[in-house]
């Protein structure tokens, strides 16, 4: 089979590699309906790392199922599903708390191959989703979605306390950052700020329920939407970025007691102390539970109430990876689908 | 009147001041109870910052009001009153919100002579809460406690969200943290971890409701508290000190999808972002909003289910507040108590 292969900085492959195996009893194997490439993908093809043996990339994932390990009971052959970038065991304490991607068994799904047409999902009962029927081809991409960036944004908008009569702010517009959005029109946000400089991400953001624009970053940014909140700050504000500015934009932006859901992992985030305390807003976020969300989230989409595949803004066949990876660098494109030619 | 004055490192002095006056309609004057002195004020009193002019020190208060503003509505002469260290309106969003420590009209408290014989306090209204008779004489050390120490541990083991069925660890044994354990065993926590090396605060601990001791700190006490949980971290961890060892212990103390509640004022406190991205514990603190607090914790300590006025361990009559402070410098006292003479 073809699976996507990261040989160096901005060195993207599609090579043939084996079929992946039932390896342990509580295993699936899935045949992916669609792949795709993260933001978080951009880290490695960047070269945040060196690379001397090809890696694999991507953690997102959804399709058919094809074949179960023994201990699988949940999910069963010719299912259509979806699972989190963390494998997770469902029974633990962790999970069992709604914080499945802190699962202490969890298992990064970055390890296999997600960018691939075939995939082993370890865990299955405790990671996988199935739809209630198969999905509309149309779907895929939002069921795609789930599986991360709109898992993600969910979780950042419950992280930050999202509800009816709140005002939102949302510091990131990629894919999360979008989503957020629409994840907090969903929860009943009252306001919507897109903090956001690029027209057609600016576009995609009021169709996902965005009330207002801000163009501003940083200080300036901040003083904007104190402007827009009678200077009292967000109640709700979502961090899809991962940077120092992005999280200081973020806890500047938000107001007394008010809560702050962090979802861009950090890179070199050092969080000033005293600054943090005499904000008094509350903190939280990490790698998304997404497991948690999937049930709500699938039922959404396939109700069609929300369409969260608007994200793809490039659909490429799967061995135009390389292409795909370089557009999303570019910020030519938001999101990139990477399609398998139709059986 | 008598006011405790700070007029260099470790120069406590007792002066003569002239008596506070009403200023603003909204103005109380209040004949102090008793005064003390709390652990955050030895900050200014170890030279943090330079002393050019004797600086008013203390922000803990309650006693009798003498003296209403034409403003004042809701507290009246002869009222037995306590406040926070924050005077707030009452009225904002924030205050409105359960914050009036982040009041937009908040005034600092620390700023008047709380360690005196009289207080003038802005805001009346929005600040004071009137107890429903006059308390017995022994009850004033837990209504003073009620003003900072007891409203802020009691805040920490809220903004944690502890409760039923939950583990707590407390960092920090000092007055704010054994108060801490005090009200996490009145919200219901059913294990309580206290991480102490000083006997006398152990017993106080156990006292007020710890069920294990961790003397061990730093990364050791991390394990013990793992050990102690199955491996998963306390469900709730209060951080009671301040600093960056107490910060990074706090939040690895915690398991998975967790909550720190963080009430030390930060000093010199940087938090790594992927640590803390990982740890996807909740974090939410600051200065507490005492005042949303205190008509539960005055109906708590009038009927006489808790009693948090058995952190002072040293009284000493006013005029020697130099002592006081020097006691609680060299920890030989928790929290030391300023009494006055009686009428």
Redesign the interface.
């Known amino acids: 089979m073809r699976a996507v292969k990261l040989y160096g900085a901005r060195d993207v492959r599609v090579d043939d590699v084996p079929m992946p195996t039932i390896r342990e009893d509580g295993d699936a194997i899935i045949k992916l309906a669609a792949a795709c490439v993260c933001g978080s993908d951009l880290w490695a093809y960047r070269g945040i790392d060196p690379i001397t043996d090809p890696i694999t990339v991507g953690h997102e994932y959804c399709g058919v199922v094809q074949e179960v390990g023994p201990a699988v009971r949940h999910v069963k052959p010719g299912d259509f599903v979806v699972g989190s970038f963390f494998a997770s065991d469902g029974t633990c ?2 999970c069992r ?3 499945p ?2 699962c ?1 068994h969890r298992r990064p799904m970055g390890a296999e191959n997600c960018q691939a047409e075939y995939l082993r999902v370890p865990l299955a009962d405790g990671t996988l989703v199935a739809t209630p029927e198969l999905p509309d081809a149309d779907l895929i991409p939002s069921l795609l979605a789930a599986s991360d960036v709109l898992g993600t944004g969910w979780f950042a908008a419950k992280a930050a306390e999202v509800g009816p009569g709140k005002t939102v702010a949302v510091v990131g517009d990629g894919a999360v950052g979008l989503l957020g959005i629409l994840a907090a029109k969903q929860l009943g946000a009252e306001r919507i700020i897109a903090m956001s400089r690029h027209q057609p991400r600016q576009q995609l953001a009021r169709e996902f329920g965005a009330t207002d624009i801000v163009t501003e970053r940083g200080d300036e940014g901040v003083a904007r939407i104190k402007d827009l909140t ?3 700050g967000a109640h709700s504000t979502l961090e899809a970025v ?1 940077t ?1 500015e992005a ?1 200081l934009q973020a806890i500047r932006a938000t ?3 008010g809560h702050v859901g ?1 979802v861009g ?10 600054e ?12 998304a ?1 997404v497991r948690a969300h999937l049930p709500e989230l699938i039922d959404l989409i396939m109700s069609r109430t929300i369409n969260p595949g608007r994200v793809f803004d490039l659909e490429l066949p799967f061995d135009q990876a390389a292409e795909a990876y370089a557009a999303m660098d570019e910020r030519r494109a938001i999101k990139a689908l990477l399609t398998f030619d139709k059986e």
């Open positions: 304490e962790i708390s709604g914080y991607s802190g202490i009678h200077g009292y991962g120092q999280m107001r007394r007691g962090f992992v950090q890179h070199g985030v050092a969080i000033p102390g005293d943090l305390f005499f904000s008094q807003v509350h903190l939280h976020g990490g790698p539970p």
